[in-house]
């Protein structure tokens, strides 16, 4: 579904991305984890086509980032570290917006965003703007932004951090639920939450790749049983 | 294209659900109301041609205040990467915010008619000149709102965006009167073709020369294009 090949990028004289290649399967929960400037947000920022690659490409399905970003900004709902949204919009407004945007057609408008803000729990809040709500709140608006129009692959840079114990847990059901139809990449720094979601997990240090498999096998080859063990063995390593 | 219009909605119900949008036209009345009419009766003219004369360098800082958060918010709560994000071409995002700022222009110069009506019962108002002078004032500003616009897409502190475009603004429109102490006469001729406030007085005088529209809109183009181009650039 989804090619790293050989992805660089620099900033300048820093190097964010080295040769990174990895791929991601349809249907898949991708955790891509790693410590704080790792490259994880770079990754993503390439691939929903904020930034460009220094060198390397990303293929979606038969379309090239380098050449074919538009057709990939429709199939990748994004959610931003931190989901930034309008401050002053409502949340209804909001949402209509993005539908349009993404081309929801007008008879199902409504009812995808009815649905949407049931799956979110954003029922109670659709008359506030986004500047009132909390933390939890405005985080559950960018999923629902992300959800909107049915795109095939997700993509959210840490969906779960700044939430509480309770949040964490209702974030977490809602990507599992939505993760059985659609492939999803994501990152967090729980490491406990990757290991209860997902299927698989990239580890990334210093722009490169440090480890591409399932948990129990990297349980398996390191002889370690605490994935957090395993995570600070090859994060710190170098 | 259907998405111009989408960013279009959006960004001119914006400018209504924030108190700017009133303090901006609140200002441009007073000043351009206060300015008009402080010499009105002096003249003994039914005329609005004074109000025209005062719109370039009124607009000059009153249009970069109106566009001014359009790219710069954006980038500095971050929004930017969602709105890059989504599937949107730059030219429409672009496109969408420059049409809301020339509407909110006009609903902003929309008051000023009871100035054109009001004079025309106090004395014979030639109505040419008057439509003209509309027709140029919405040129004008959307060549200002494209170079504000421009200015906005530069820099994530509104501050910073308000004083380049306003900067800009006003070289353009004071251009002849600066230049005229530098260079020789003959060379005015050649450099007033530059300065927005030349073509808008010739507009204004209810002069409608595709000269005067061509420079309107060549202005508003580059602006709108450079704008694209720093957009580009920041990738």
């Not at chain 2, 959307?142 to 603004?169: D, P």
């Not at chain 2, 002069?207 to 294009?225: G, N, P, Q």
Request: aromatic share 12%; hydrophobic share 45%; with cysteine.
């Amino acid at each position: 579904m989804i090619q790293f090949i050989e992805l660089s990028k620099n900033y300048g004289d820093v190097k964010a991305l080295k040769n990174v290649s990895f791929e991601v399967k349809k249907g898949e929960i991708l955790g891509l984890l790693g410590p704080n400037g790792a490259g994880k947000t770079t990754t993503y920022r390439i691939l929903t086509g904020y930034l460009k690659p220094t060198s390397g490409t990303i293929k979606v399905k038969d379309y090239d980032v380098n050449e074919d970003i538009f057709e990939i900004k429709k199939m990748i709902g994004y959610l931003p570290e931190s989901a930034p949204i309008y401050k002053d919009m409502l949340v209804y407004d909001y949402l209509n917006y993005i539908a349009d945007i993404r081309k929801v057609s007008s008879s199902r408008k409504l009812s995808h965003i009815k649905e949407l803000a049931d799956i979110c729990r954003l029922n109670n809040v659709m008359h506030k703007t986004i500047d009132e709500l909390s933390k939890g709140y405005r985080q559950r608006v960018g999923i629902a932004h992300a959800l909107m129009g049915d795109p095939d692959i997700l993509v959210l840079d840490e969906p779960t951090s700044g939430l509480d114990p309770n949040q964490i847990v209702e974030t977490r059901e809602i990507i599992r639920r939505i993760g059985k139809e659609k492939t999803i990449i994501f990152s967090t720094h729980i490491l406990s939450e990757a290991e209860a979601t997902c299927d698989r997990v990239v580890i990334m240090d210093e722009g490169e790749i440090k480890a591409d498999d399932t948990i129990e096998n990297l349980k398996k080859s390191t002889n370690e049983d605490k994935f957090e063990n395993i995570f600070r063995k090859i994060t710190r390593g170098s | 294209m259907e998405n111009i219009k989408h960013i279009f909605k959006k960004e001119f119900k914006n400018y209504f659900v924030t108190p700017i949008a009133y303090i901006v036209i609140s200002l441009f009345l007073l000043v351009i109301g206060w300015l008009f009419f402080s010499t009105f009766f002096l003249n003994s003219q039914a005329s609005m041609m004074r109000f025209f004369s005062l719109l370039p360098i009124t607009f000059s800082f009153i249009v970069p205040a109106i566009t001014m958060r359009l790219f710069s918010e954006e980038l500095n709560i971050g929004t930017y990467e969602i709105l890059l994000t989504l599937p949107v071409k730059f030219r429409d995002i672009i496109l969408g915010k420059f049409f809301a700022a020339v509407s909110f222009i006009a609903i902003m110069l929309l008051p000023t008619l009871i100035y054109a009506v009001s004079i025309s019962f106090v004395g014979e108002l030639d109505w040419g000149p008057v439509i003209g002078g509309y027709t140029g004032a919405i040129l004008l500003g959307a060549a200002f709102s494209a170079i504000g616009i421009f200015a906005s897409s530069l820099t994530k502190n509104q501050v910073i965006a308000f004083i380049t475009g306003m900067t800009i603004c006003f070289s353009l429109t004071l251009l002849t009167d600066f230049l005229l102490y530098f260079i020789p006469n003959t060379l005015i001729g050649f450099f007033q073709y530059f300065s927005a406030n030349f073509h808008f007085q010739n507009i204004s005088k209810g002069l409608i020369d595709s000269r005067d529209i061509l420079y309107f809109i060549t202005v508003s183009f580059i602006a709108l294009y450079a704008a694209n181009l720093v957009m580009k650039e920041k990738k």
